[in-house]
């Protein structure tokens, strides 16, 4: 069955900068549960990208398989899509930034997809540092086969049907940082106040950037005794520092006169706005921002916003000294080496 | 005794260590007969190994052009003690055995039928050189001067070789030319008209060139303008990406600011490296990857995403000897089921068959063409004897006028004047190809998204039966419209024709193509039929019709061609007889020369009807 989103809007609703409508960022209509926290996350990347005044055919939205994967479907209708194979979102995204550099990629991908099949593929789209904006769904569950525990279900978890999860859960934002990616970030899709910030963020740092966002699934994993439920997130959560983003292109506003704020100037000279707390880590600190989350765990809370923050990172391109053309735009004068030398090539053979 | 003659007519197997650098002196070697004329194949028989394991390396001297593998040994290089035995017993009746007298041959070899030549190789060189770390490498130049003199080549041609390898530093050239020396001038002291094998300058290599299947394809990937590789290193592979990187350092560097038109992306798995050729063929870059027999394996679920989201993919199978990890480092054609529809679902794949260098080249080119023509997969079904050994070639040739097939893109001009609704998967002209659309060609037109569930003309998300069975039934005239495209079988007719016929392809040509002359020589006429490419065209499936009985040669065990042929075109499967070789070698024409006398023996019959006289080849 497929949906139709109706057309109409208010006409007087503001457009962006760049003059694009809100419209212009939405997709069809979402075809999963009602209530699911994956939606919220639909409608704050749409946010996201309404408020940087992206042009929305310039962005590429990639996905694996599962609920997650789905809802690329759900915004950015005026964007290519491409919906892969379970797990192997990554692969596909890197050869689509190898083909052309200038093109934004937003990965979509959930906790089964990414922390159980597609580990290895995550793992190594980070330790490459691709310049793409990753985001795990994550609901500690597998919705589409109806409930099993996934790999970031936490450790003494209780899902719906009453089985205590046994297994150790893996910690993807950790990961990444060990990993190398310049910018790590947890959201909660309760709470879109913060995730559209973190999502701009994301969008607007060069190399990976991955945000987990923890999003509940309403049919099979939103019971209380749940670690990925609503009720418990919202008990169990503590903010890093607070920020503001600031896109490169708006005029700075806030003057910030405190000591206790550092700013973050991102590869397209957007900035964050760190308000520290007094003792809190250093999200520019790998090690502390590991030390930090192993801490927040180990009181059993929740930490969420900018984990950690590197804009100085190189991403594949960089690397791999690629030229600064797409590669998709060169044609037959810059890529064949032409038939004298080939000819050369033939006598350097005899 | 008898002794084996031959003047540009034998085979000499060099035994070796692995790891010993004999690689370099044996093709040195390959390379001077080539330079004096005369058609040459080396086989490179090594272990899955980088050091201390036996090595082999096998050299065809033939004037008549026959580069295959022919079987049997004339003479043996015996170099490594590991072997010896074995290699004293394998020897031909009337061959000649050299052997590093520096310690005597053990008593019990007291074969009656062989040439003994003894060149105390080691203890000339430890008289000769001082630096320890020299003498491995110096010892087997001994034994290539040993057998220029035992051959009567010309020693001016391997010293000029030797001074082209190193021309970078002459102060390497200078021992090495000494070592070379040495070995002439004592074997032709001690063992002048010994040897009855010899090599003797004539001009009949014409053009030609001696390359590896590999570079050839690496070669084949850069002129057609491949710009993202994904890859994961596999033996027998792996040799294509290193030469395209190569070659794109050479040729695809940009002038003014040093970077390369070129990512070469080594991923985590054989599963990346095909999603990034996916990812990047999606994104409008031409793709490819290199893999073997194993990487077809896990590439399998990538492959079918690519066949029914209707993606260019170009993919290089050289193949190696399975099943599972198998023989790695040995050459066998046993993919071609695993390729031809790999991963589930009704999913099917054309694939190229490319039988030297210059259609490595030309094929992997093609490909590029093909995958964004059709919107799908293209295999080129290299292997390893192919890909690694060097061969003797026609050069390779680019036509300066040729334009690389985009296939049916639509760009933000050509979306603009369309006047009716465009669908990704719709198709308007009866071919069953649809247009695409590159990501970020146009603001507003032409945006679709691709996935791996069914969809609608539009793209949409759909479980409708109707929509889709007309898509598959459209995938299916695709392939249809595949065989017009693809390269069609090169057949060789008797006059009159034949009524038996042979059918093989890839590395099997050249032994072949000698054994088929054997047999006609000996008064049977068999026509043949070289295949190119699968799906297999109307003329191919003719062939077999108008032939009584078919011989389907490969090296495999379960005859995958002759099944593939069967089930695509609905053959009476008796009329097919599967010839075999699968161990691992090469293809030798004297094997398959016995096991086609034995297949037409036990149809005996047959062959008191194929009385001399049929007539000759086209």
């Not at chain 2, 010839?579 to 004297?590: E, H, Q």
Request: glycine share 8%; hydrophobic share 35%; aromatic share 8%.
């Amino acid at each position: 069955m497929t949906f139709f989103r109706p057309s109409f809007r208010h006409p007087d609703l503001p457009p962006n900068e760049a003059g694009y409508t809100r419209r212009d960022y939405e997709g069809g209509i979402s075809t999963l549960c009602a209530g699911c926290g994956h939606d919220s996350i639909c409608n704050a990347i749409i946010q996201a990208c309404f408020e940087l005044g992206l042009p929305p055919h310039r962005v590429a939205k990639m996905s694996g398989i599962g609920c997650s994967s789905k809802t690329p479907a759900y915004f950015l209708g005026k964007s290519h899509g491409f919906n892969s194979v379970h797990g192997r979102m990554p692969s596909i995204a890197t050869g689509a930034n190898m083909a052309n550099r200038e093109l934004i990629y937003l990965g979509v991908s959930g906790d089964g997809d990414t922390a159980s099949i597609g580990m290895g593929q995550f793992a190594h789209a980070v330790r490459r540092n691709l310049n793409m904006l990753y985001i795990v769904m994550n609901n500690g569950c597998y919705g589409l086969t109806k409930g099993q525990y996934s790999a970031t279900a936490d450790k003494g978890s209780k899902g719906k049907k009453g089985g205590v999860n046994a297994l150790e859960s893996i910690d993807l934002c950790e990961l990444a940082i060990q990993l190398g990616a310049g910018f790590v970030a947890r959201g909660f899709s309760g709470d879109k106040q913060q995730l559209t910030p973190l999502i701009k963020a994301g969008l607007s740092h060069h190399g990976l950037s991955f945000i987990d966002v923890i999003s509940p699934c309403v049919t099979f994993n939103n019971n209380p005794e749940s670690t990925k439920s609503y009720h418990w997130v919202r008990e169990h959560s503590e903010a890093t520092n607070t920020f503001d983003f600031v896109p490169f292109r708006q005029t700075i506003t806030t003057e910030y006169q405190d000591d206790a704020t550092e700013a973050v100037t991102l590869h397209d000279n957007s900035v964050i706005h760190l308000h520290k707390h007094p003792h809190a880590a250093d999200v520019t600190d790998r090690r502390q921002a590991i030390d930090n989350l192993e801490d927040h765990k180990a009181q059993g809370m929740i930490l969420t916003g900018v984990l950690y923050v590197n804009p100085a990172s190189a991403d594949t391109h960089d690397i791999l000294n690629t030229c600064e053309r797409p590669l998709n735009s060169l044609t037959e004068t810059d890529l064949c080496p032409g038939s004298a030398v080939l000819e050369e090539i033939n006598a350097a053979h005899r | 005794m008898k002794q084996l003659q031959g003047v540009n007519d034998f085979v000499i197997r060099f035994a070796n260590v692995n790891g010993s650098g004999s690689a370099s002196a044996n093709n040195l070697f390959a390379k001077a007969v080539f330079r004096m004329g005369v058609p040459v194949s080396p086989k490179n028989i090594f272990p899955s190994n980088i050091q201390g394991l036996p090595t082999w390396y096998e050299v065809r001297v033939n004037a008549q052009g026959y580069v295959g593998r022919r079987g049997d040994v004339d003479m043996v290089v015996a170099v490594n003690g590991q072997t010896l035995r074995q290699d004293y017993d394998g020897l031909a009746p009337g061959g000649y055995f050299l052997f590093d007298s520096s310690k005597p041959l053990p008593e019990d070899f007291r074969r009656d039928d062989v040439t003994v030549i003894g060149v105390p190789m080691t203890l000339l060189c430890n008289e000769a050189f001082d630096n320890p770390k020299m003498r491995p490498l110096l010892k087997n130049i001994i034994y290539v001067g040993a057998l220029a003199a035992l051959l009567d080549m010309e020693l001016q041609v391997l010293i000029d070789s030797l001074t082209k390898q190193f021309r970078k530093n002459p102060k390497l050239a200078e021992p090495n030319i000494q070592a070379l020396q040495l070995g002439y001038d004592y074997a032709g002291e001690h063992f002048q008209d010994v040897c009855k094998l010899s090599v003797q300058r004539c001009n009949l290599v014409g053009d030609g060139i001696i390359m590896d299947g590999n570079t050839a394809v690496a070669l084949g990937a850069l002129y057609a303008g491949a710009t993202v590789v994904g890859w994961y290193p596999i033996t027998p592979s792996t040799s294509i990406i290193e030469a395209f990187g190569r070659y794109a350092e050479k040729f695809r560097i940009e002038q003014d600011t040093g970077r390369i038109k070129a990512a070469i992306v080594q991923a985590e798995d054989e599963l990346a490296a095909i999603g990034i050729v996916i990812g990047a063929s999606w994104n409008g870059a031409r793709a490819f990857t290199a893999t073997s027999g194993p990487g077809i394996s896990l590439m399998s679920e990538f492959l079918g995403l690519a066949y029914f989201a209707e993606i260019p993919a170009v993919l290089v199978n050289v193949q190696r000897t399975g099943p599972s990890t198998g023989m790695p480092t040995r050459t066998q054609q046993s993919d071609l089921i695993s390729c031809a529809y790999a991963s589930h679902g009704d999913t099917k794949h054309p694939l190229l068959f490319p039988c030297d260098p210059k259609e490595c080249f030309d094929m992997t080119a093609d490909a590029f063409d093909l995958a964004e023509r059709l919107q799908t997969p293209i295999i080129v079904m290299s292997d390893l004897d192919l890909g690694m050994n060097d061969h003797y070639s026609p050069p390779l040739h680019w036509d300066p006028e040729r334009v690389y097939d985009r296939g049916k893109v639509l760009n933000a001009a050509q979306l603009d004047e369309l006047t009716t609704t465009w669908g990704r998967y719709l198709d308007t002209d009866g071919d069953g190809i649809c247009t695409r659309t590159y990501p970020g060609a146009h603001p507003d037109k032409g945006v679709y998204f691709t996935r791996g569930t069914s969809r609608n003309e539009y793209s949409a998300y759909t479980e409708d039966s109707g929509a889709y069975t007309r898509n598959m039934e459209r995938l299916q005239l695709k392939w249809e419209t595949a065989k017009t495209l693809l390269p069609g079988p090169r057949i060789k007719l008797h006059e009159p024709q034949a009524r038996l016929g042979a059918v093989f392809y890839g590395s099997s040509t050249p032994a072949v193509y000698e054994t088929i002359e054997s047999l006609r020589a000996r008064g049977i006429a068999v026509d043949t039929m070289r295949l190119r490419a699968f799906p297999f065209q109307p003329g191919a499936l003719d062939f077999i019709h108008h032939h009584e009985l078919v011989f389907v040669i490969e090296q495999n065990r379960d005859g995958q061609m002759r099944t593939l042929l069967i089930n695509e075109g609905d053959l009476t499967p008796h009329k097919l007889i599967a010839i075999t070789c699968y161990d691992g070698l090469p293809l030798a024409s004297r094997s398959l020369t016995q096991a086609m006398e034995e297949a037409l023996a036990e149809r005996g019959i047959l062959l008191q009807q194929l009385a001399p006289g049929q007539g000759d080849a086209q």
